[in-house]
């Protein structure tokens, strides 16, 4: 049987913090200098300028071990504002 957990949770207050822990979740950070949180498999982050998005990636394969975490500074060039993103291979991917 298959379990699957999904979760979201946003944040708009000024250095607030959102964090998500489901899979498939999702976490937002709208609110000046704050930040978002996502720890889910398959899961994903998005801020607007000046947040910070910490998103970590796991493997099915591995019984869901993390096998690496990223995260950044919404800066609009490397990392777009408002942008879902989600980690592959260690490495930020737009979702």
């Known amino acids: ?3 699957v957990v999904l979760g ?3 944040n708009s207050g000024v250095r607030g913090a959102a964090s998500n822990s489901g899979d498939y979740g999702a976490a937002s950070a709208t ?3 704050s930040c978002a949180f996502s720890g ?8 607007s300028l000046g947040c910070a998005i910490c ?15 990223k995260s950044a500074i919404v800066d609009g060039m490397e990392v777009k504002a408002d942008t879902f993103y989600t980690v592959k291979n260690g490495e930020w991917v737009e979702v």
């Open 55 to 69: 998103c970590v990636e796991r493997d099915p394969e591995r019984d869901y071990k993390i096998v690496s975490v």
């Open 1 to 3: 049987s298959v379990c």
């Open 8 to 10: 979201a949770a946003s």
């Open 31 to 33: 609110g000046k200098d």
């Open 40 to 47: 889910g498999y398959d899961s994903k982050v998005r801020g």
